[in-house]
């Protein structure tokens, strides 16, 4: 076995491992690195020699690294007696507490006590196995950056004293709502990266589809796990066809549809008919508007007046500038420019979102449709001086020299 056999097995069993060392020892720092440590034995001995049990290896190696370290922590003596004795973490997990281990794993990565950049790194690191260096690329920041949100999280965590557990039922709900807003952070650095070179980030956002799944299998019964799944597997069925050999980005109305993942669109149909049993929530009303998308031929032929209705109604659940921007693209497609441009300007006036560069973007677009070009250009060079992405800057700054080209 290779380093990528290692990184592998641990992508897909490293939630399970650490959920159970956590149980077992009671410490969600002393668990991680116990189970990091096992991974770097791992990429020394498994090359020499594979493991007839690669899981139960790293599981049984993991729990001996944690015994080592309480060892060392004299005041624990009785843990650490405990745990030695326990049969159950030596090469089989129980398969009755392992879904309730992973979920209560997933509530710690994502409690309230930590800020929102630690959760994004604890939830990779020990839910979804990534390295920090994986983590690291992924959003643009030092690796030394994402070792220290991992470290101040986990130390955070002890400190508060936060008990490796489910919540109770009566706020379960409640705090479900902090791990859907982690994933969904994710995916979104994925499906649009806020900076950098490339538009697209796949691997970060299937990775954060891996979570929502596991979510979904863990919560059956929670519809907003199914709407956020459904949301991520209709904007990832577009992937495809997004940007160009050369990761140009390439706008919805000139995407060739046919090289949409059709598989990844009845994925995201199946779980939004899940998430609709019960009535929609936010991300639900958001997988409906990607459910209209991926059923219209055309942009031509989209649904845009039932597109509209569907951001008010999520302008009603969960309202937020960025969904009434939305609503202006939508309405401008359903109804005209002249109506949209009053609610770009009220979202101006009232200045809710400073400093994007998505408001002059929209607004470029609705005064080139009018066609005021030179006020239109002013707001795309304003928008690509606000875009930290670079093939968005591009496309930006290409709609404006070709309204440069009109005006000549």
């Not at 034995?41 to 309480?70: H, K």
């Not at 009785?78 to 509530?107: H, W």
């Amino acid at each position: 076995m290779g380093t990528a056999d290692v990184e592998a097995v641990w992508r897909i069993e490293s939630a399970r491992i650490v959920a159970a060392l956590t149980r077992f020892t009671g410490d969600f720092g002393l668990a991680e690195d116990a189970a990091q440590e096992a991974v770097a034995e791992a990429l020394v001995s498994w090359p020499r020699a594979s493991p007839a049990n690669p899981a139960g290896w790293l599981m049984a190696t993991a729990r001996r690294r944690a015994i080592d370290a309480i060892r060392r922590r004299t005041a624990l003596q009785d843990r650490y007696a405990l745990l030695a004795a326990d049969p159950a973490v030596d090469q089989e997990m129980d398969p009755d507490k392992i879904d309730d281990d992973v979920l209560a794993l997933m509530f710690v990565s994502c409690h309230p006590v930590l800020s929102r950049e630690a959760r994004v790194a604890l939830t990779l690191r020990v839910v979804g196995g990534l390295s920090s260096e994986e983590i690291a690329r992924a959003f643009l920041v030092p690796v030394p950056t994402v070792q220290a949100r991992i470290t101040r999280g986990k130390k955070t965590i002890a400190a508060a004293g936060v008990p490796f557990e489910l919540p109770p039922a009566g706020e379960r709900r409640e705090r479900l709502g902090g791990v859907l807003s982690v994933l969904y952070v994710i995916f979104t650095e994925g499906s649009t990266a806020t900076s950098g070179d490339r538009l697209l980030r796949p691997d970060v956002a299937y990775e954060a589809i891996r979570l929502a799944r596991m979510l979904v299998a863990l919560q059956p019964d929670e519809r907003e796990a199914h709407g956020l799944l459904a949301l991520c597997e209709l904007t990832a069925a577009r992937f495809p066809a997004r940007t160009g050999p050369d990761g140009t980005p390439i706008l919805l109305e000139d995407q060739d549809r046919r090289l949409w993942d059709f598989s990844a669109i009845r994925r995201g149909l199946a779980a939004l008919a899940r998430a609709s049993t019960r009535g929609l929530g936010p991300y639900g009303l958001q997988a409906a508007i990607a459910a209209v998308h991926a059923s219209a031929p055309s942009v031509e032929a989209t649904d845009w007046d039932r597109i509209v209705l569907l951001y008010e109604a999520l302008g009603r659940v969960a309202p937020s500038p960025v969904v009434e921007l939305n609503r202006a693209v939508a309405v401008a497609m359903a109804s005209g420019p002249a109506q949209a441009l009053a609610i770009v300007d009220e979202l101006i006036a009232s200045d809710r979102l400073p400093g994007s560069h998505l408001v002059p973007t929209v607004r470029g677009e609705l005064l080139s449709r009018l066609g005021r070009r030179p006020e239109a250009r002013a707001e795309l060079e304003q928008a690509a001086r606000l875009c930290a992405n670079q093939r968005e800057r591009s496309v930006l700054l290409r709609k404006a020299a070709a309204l440069d080209r009109t005006l000549d």
